[in-house]
C-alpha cells in the first residue's frame, strides 16, 4: 500500500509504502548504492540480514539501511508481517 506517490515527495523519497510479508516469505537481500531505506516494523515478527548480521525483529523496531550496505528481511512468525519501508534519495 502506497502512502505517499512518488511525484509527491520532489525527488527526496522514491518510496513511501506498507508492504505485507506473509508468513515464510521475504524481501531478498538487496543494496542502497545511492539511497538509503528504512524498514518500520509494524506487525508480525522476523529476521533482518543487515549486511550479514543476522537480527530478530518485531514490532516498533526499525531498521535504517544505506551507502551501499544491504539487508533482507523474513517473516519467520506465524502471522502477517506488516513493515513500513521509506527510501530517501
Known sequence: RKHVPADKMH???RLCATLV?????SIGF???EDEYEIFIIQ???GVIDDNGR???VSEGDAIFT?????????NTGDD???VT???LT
Request: some cysteine.
Open 54 to 56: 543476522k537480527i530478530e
Open 30 to 32: 538487496h543494496r542502497h
Open 85 to 87: 519501508a521509506v527510501i
Open 80 to 82: 502477517v508481517m506488516e
Open 66 to 74: 544505506g551507502g551501499g550496505e544491504g539487508h533482507a528481511l523474513d
Open 43 to 45: 506487525k508480525g515478527r
Open 11 to 13: 525527488g527526496k523519497c
Open 21 to 25: 510479508i506473509n508468513p515464510g516469505c
